[in-house]
């Protein structure tokens, strides 16, 4: 299962309910659309139409911010869930990106779901989970699938590391 956001306009918040965005846990990008249908449904009946703009989040976690009266925020730090929603909280002091080191992909395990980037002279970017799978190995390269299989991904990574 992964997070997914969706919203009804261009990703602009606003307070009149438009371009909002509706977080849900869901199996598939369509199972997300259903889910976040049936939530506005609850709020807006009526009969109408939508169309949604769904976005698949990688990190899952959460941060506290509180104020006094004089309105300046004070944040906790924030906890990664490492195992999405169905993982614990990760209480180890270090965040986990510096705990494990990137790799070359070439050295990246087949069929495990790990992270990737890509990280050349235009910078890191495209940070995600994967899995490598290799039609036959030795003769077709390998590919990098979403981990729940759907689609492999247009690019190639550089780098990986574990979960």
Known sequence: MS???????????????EGRAVVVHADSPEEAVKI??????????GAGGITWKVARLNLVGFQDASWEDDNKPVYDEFTHY???????PDTKALPHDVRVAWQHIDTAPEGVEVMTKIDDEHGERNVQSLVKRTRIPGETRPMFWYPDGSTYVYYD???WRQL
């Not at 997070?3 to 309910?17: F, G, H, K, P, V």
């Not at 976040?36 to 009946?45: G, I, N, R, S, Y």
């Open 3 to 17: 997070y997914y956001a969706l919203t009804d306009s261009d990703w602009s918040w606003d307070d009149e309910y």
């Open 36 to 45: 976040a249908t049936e939530k506005h449904l609850q709020e807006f009946p």
């Open 82 to 88: 490492s195992g999405g929603i169905n993982g614990r």
């Open 157 to 159: 990574p550089t780098h």
